[in-house]
């Protein structure tokens, strides 16, 4: 399979610091070409023979406004780890509610934007229950849990112009870990 041809933003890029915006219906055919080419290039990084191939960073989630897009458009692909991959196309989420119990990723949670080591954890719901859309205009209601619910909000948060470095506390990056649940 050859690569998609993705570039990704560096977090200095002052268009991660903005919000993205609502997007409008029907998508292009080059549009909903490029969200499967992200959902590739997702799956091919996370193959890790491929990524060091091609010098990929692996990565289970990529808002557009990382590719230069400011259009509220994300996807996420879990490896199942059965050679399949679960994907995502999300367009114009909303959380609807979610869970009580925060959570967070023990080894620290990455972005293919931040290209550096970043120390401190952050806080995020266990389940969330989202309203979007799929690159078809078709409205759907889904439930996340755990690595994927952290995937979820960590995109959703890039779609208001925020970087997951943004929300770690300088002075205390472990803050209240002790009330959250590890991943």
């Given at each position: ?38 959902l590739d290039y997702l799956e091919l990084s996370q193959n890790e023979e491929i990524a060091k191939k091609?010098?990929?960073?692996a990565g289970m989630g990529l808002s557009f406004c990382q590719i230069g897009i400011l259009e509220r ?48 954890i952050v806080p995020r719901y266990a389940r969330i229950k989202v309203k979007a859309y799929n690159e ?48």
């Amino acid at each position: 399979m050859k690569i998609p041809d993705i570039k990704i933003l560096n977090e200095v890029d002052p268009r991660l610091h903005k919000v993205s915006k609502e997007v409008t219906f029907p998508l292009s055919e080059e549009k909903i070409k490029l969200i499967h080419d992200c959902l590739d290039y997702l799956e091919l990084s996370q193959n890790e023979e491929i990524a060091k191939k091609y010098d990929l960073r692996a990565g289970m989630g990529l808002s557009f406004c990382q590719i230069g897009i400011l259009e509220r458009i994300f996807v996420v692909s879990e490896d199942n780890q059965d050679g399949t991959f679960g994907r995502y196309v999300v367009i114009n989420p909303k959380m609807i509610s979610h869970s009580e119990e925060e959570i967070f990723v023990g080894e620290g949670e990455g972005c293919l934007s931040v290209e550096r080591p970043v120390e401190g954890i952050v806080p995020r719901y266990a389940r969330i229950k989202v309203k979007a859309y799929n690159e078809y205009g078709e409205e759907y209601i889904i439930r996340v849990r755990e690595d994927i619910a952290v995937a979820f909000q960590h995109e959703m948060d890039h779609l208001d112009g925020i970087l997951f470095v943004d929300k770690i506390d300088p002075k205390n990056p472990y803050k209240n870990r002790d009330n959250m649940r590890e991943i």
